[in-house]
């Protein structure tokens, strides 16, 4: 009879890989896996931080699904994140693709566009509000100095979407752009050398040899520009507060209103389980559309 | 034997030590939260440096956090079982933390003090039984700024006219402010606020809450006639479309002479004498419609049930509280006081003082009953939304007025 042999690894194989994990794992635990847990709990409660809480069961999601506010800033947000993703996963490939080379003042330009990525939020929306104040701002005083007439950048429900979005894809686009480098930088030149001999052009080397090769990266660019604007709240709320009306309130905004301004957490709660879901199946879809493709590869 | 003397003066130091920290007084560090509008965190300490001095064992640890994240980190550090000592409310945070509240009623001190205050203002600052909860630091009042140069280049005496105009001969005299004064825009420029729109509302004969104040009174011919007015000053372009449906400051408006006439709170007055030195301002009283009216508000200071120095903190807003203090502290933050015999002399603008509190004395007293109210303090985001849908031709004031309705009334429920 055969005795099982078991491999006892060393102390650098099986126990120090977990003690390297533990300090990330229990503050990852800690303040994203807890808080979550708790917050899926208090979805299921009538829940005020000053008055107590009491279980209703699915009380609050049949309300929600009642609720026109919640399907109108639902709506909104989709809106918002249909324009913003494609457009910044494709400015951010524009500007990476003339700046992954090793140019002269290649790395000054790629500061340029990074650097909006590093100011807060907060900030920027301040700037741009500025900017594009109806009365006051500083684009519609150009205008009128110019003889035009002034805009309604924000007074204006579409127009203050559009501005969002524009606003967006310019604070964001410069950290996108860096991992598209990224992935580019990795591509062999050989590959495009030996398209080049066979007389293909620009626009078919770029179609056959960087989008393919880039789709890892492009999945994770819109993986993770989804999910971040499906969370955009800061910016949003710094520019138009929701405005004009509720022609830019997103389903974040309406959460925190619900939950803080209103003082019915259980409510919010159950609405963030709901925001968590709609994330998960926009990225569920975009992995399996990155499988599919694979296995037809 | 020298060891003996070295180890018998050891012992004899600690003792003294020993004794000393007994007999000291133990040190208290009260928890002050703070929100400021101008410098009143900073002026709040220098009126108290008397009391500091008479109560060295006291340390005062003031916390101001901007007024945006306030009511979130209030809220939050009741729910975490760690209140401050004391806290500056605003007349909207009452009704939300009167649970929390430490009663000032039934504490003699308290109690004697109240009647030197204002009803309208301790009425702002008590909870649904009638208890104070909290006392009043300065009274607010929404009134009007006009910018007299304008209407001097227009040939209209603004001080004699705003004795007695309505809002109808408003409208005229500004047709012609605005003819003679091409720099000025629009006529009148309103805060964001649903606070502030309760001006309109109230003038108009409408209230949000029913007399007991148990279910919405919103829905009524006068409150459409307040949001329809008040459609109707945006839609002829008398006031900037720029503040209620855009995110621009109307104080910048303002100060910058595009607009002649700010409704907006006393508190105006200190940032105006500071800001404006390229024409003449003032405060006039409100145009009337059905009713002369203002909004009463203010700020108040309270301590909570569970604040760890709970009786300390009673001592500091007894002390704060008193004639005295309160004078110097409203003097220097230019704010009015809600103390009945106050007798302030302002470094300047004592006249626009006056205006306001005439404006306040003419205020009906269910205008605080509206705005010590929780509901009204929950609908505050949602109210404005509802006012910009109908301001932007969305929807019709009528469904404006009856989604309020509706929304408050759900609250009650």
């Known amino acids: 009879m055969k005795s099982r042999q078991r491999s006892h690894g060393t102390f650098e194989q099986t126990r120090a890989p977990l003690l390297f994990l533990a300090p990330n794992l229990i503050i990852f635990s800690l303040f994203i896996i807890l808080p979550a847990i708790m917050g899926l709990r208090m979805s299921f409660f009538d829940w005020s931080i000053l008055d107590g809480s009491k279980y209703i069961g699915f009380k609050n999601f049949r309300d929600i699904l009642a609720d026109s506010m919640f399907w109108l800033t639902l709506k909104n947000t989709l809106i918002y994140v249909v324009a913003v993703v494609p457009l910044l996963s494709i400015s951010a490939l524009a500007l990476a693709l003339p700046l992954a080379g090793e140019g002269k003042g290649m790395g000054v330009f790629r500061a340029i566009y990074y650097v909006p990525t590093m100011l807060s939020m907060i900030i920027v929306g301040i700037a741009w509000r500025w900017l594009l104040g109806y009365d006051l701002g500083i684009i519609n005083y150009a205008i009128r100095l110019a003889g035009g007439k002034a805009v309604s950048w924000l007074t204006d429900g579409t127009m203050a979407n559009i501005s969002l979005i524009f606003v967006t894809v310019w604070t964001r686009v410069g950290y996108f752009m860096m991992m598209f480098i990224g992935g580019l930088q990795a591509i062999p030149k050989t590959y495009y050398e030996a398209a080049e001999m066979d007389g293909a052009g620009r626009f078919t080397r770029l179609r056959r040899i960087t989008i393919p090769l880039l789709k890892p990266i492009i999945l994770v660019v819109v993986v993770l520009s989804t999910i971040e604007a499906f969370k955009a709240y800061e910016l949003i709320f710094v520019m138009t507060q929701g405005g004009p009306g509720t022609s830019t309130k997103f389903l974040v905004q309406y959460i925190y209103q619900a939950a803080f301004e209103e003082d019915r957490m259980g409510y919010g709660a159950a609405m963030s389980v709901i925001l968590l879901v709609i994330i998960g199946i926009f990225t569920a879809i975009q992995f399996g559309a990155r499988r599919e493709e694979y296995t037809n590869e | ?413």
């Open chain 2, 1 to 413: 034997m020298r060891k003996k003397k070295i180890a018998s003066m050891m012992v004899l130091l600690l003792l003294a030590v020993a004794l000393g920290s007994l007999w000291a007084q133990p040190k208290t560090t009260l928890t002050v939260l703070w929100f400021n509008d101008a410098n009143e965190s900073d002026v709040f300490m220098a009126t108290m440096a008397d009391y500091q001095q008479d109560h060295p064992n006291v340390t005062i640890d003031m916390q101001v956090i901007p007024f945006k994240d306030y009511e979130n980190k209030l809220r939050l550090m009741i729910a975490g079982g760690n209140p401050p000592d004391v806290a500056r409310l605003a007349s909207a945070h009452v009704p939300l933390f009167a649970n929390s509240l430490e009663p000032l009623s039934g504490k003699p001190v308290f109690d004697e003090l109240a009647k030197g205050y204002f009803a309208s203002s301790l009425a702002l600052g008590q909870d649904d039984n009638g208890r104070v909860m909290v006392m009043p630091t300065e009274a607010t009042a929404n009134g009007m700024i006009v910018n007299k140069t304008y209407f001097k280049n227009a040939g209209i005496d603004v001080d004699k006219l705003s004795q007695t105009w309505t809002w109808d001969q408003w409208v005229d005299a500004m047709k012609k402010v605005l003819k003679a004064n091409p720099k000025a825009k629009y006529g009148i420029t309103v805060d964001f606020s649903t606070h502030r729109f309760s001006t309109f509302l109230y003038e108009a004969g409408g209230r949000f809450l029913s007399s007991d104040g148990k279910s919405m009174n919103f829905n009524t011919p006068e409150t459409l006639d307040a949001l329809k007015f008040f459609k109707m000053l945006h839609d002829e372009a008398l006031a900037p479309k720029s503040v209620w449906m855009g995110s621009e400051n109307p104080q910048e408006l303002f100060q910058s002479g595009l607009v002649a006439c700010h409704v907006g709170g006393s508190w105006l007055i200190n940032a105006y004498s500071r800001n404006i030195k390229d024409f003449e301002w003032g405060v006039v009283r409100m145009p009337s419609r059905k009713i002369n009216s203002s909004v009463p508000g203010g700020k108040f200071v309270g301590t909570f049930k569970n604040s760890p120095n709970k009786k300390e903190a009673l001592d500091l807003i007894a002390v704060f509280s008193d004639k005295a203090h309160n004078e110097q502290y409203c003097r220097d933050t230019f704010n009015l006081s809600a103390r009945k015999d106050a007798n302030i002399t302002y470094a300047s603008r004592s006249k626009d003082f006056a205006v306001f509190t005439e404006d306040l004395n003419l205020t009906p007293a269910y205008t605080a009953d509206d705005w010590k109210s929780d509901v009204v303090a929950k609908l505050n985001s949602y109210a404005r939304e509802q006012i910009v849908e109908g301001l932007l031709g969305k929807q019709t004031m009528e469904q404006t007025a009856a989604n309020i309705q509706a929304k408050g009334n759900s609250y009650f429920k």
